[in-house]
């Protein structure tokens, strides 16, 4: 996930080369109250003399909607289950 994460800029003072990794992004499960990982923290560095802005952001997995306790895969199945109905009252 942190691939590349050196040539990308930071989105609050465009500088590149100053990314790095700051930990998880941790939060509730879709089922039960069990605390999963929910994406990674990015620190823009301004350690040292690095030229950071000091300021984080969030990178969520492809699975996480934000905002959200549900994941992808189950809305893409309650979306696809409501379609299929649909076309079965459509048929009659
Ligand atoms: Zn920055």
Known sequence: MLLGL???????????????GHGFLRGYAEQG???????????C???????????TFSILLSTVLYGFVVR?????????????ASLDARRG
């Open 72 to 84: 992808t895969l189950t809305l893409f199945r309650f979306a696809n289950a409501i379609r299929a």
């Open 45 to 55: 560095s301004n350690r040292g003399r690095r030229p950071g802005c000091g300021r």
């Open 6 to 20: 050196k040539l990308t800029c930071c989105p609050h003072c465009r500088r590149t080369g100053v990314l790095i």
């Open 33 to 43: 109250s069990e605390v999963v990982v929910r994406g990674r923290r990015v620190f």
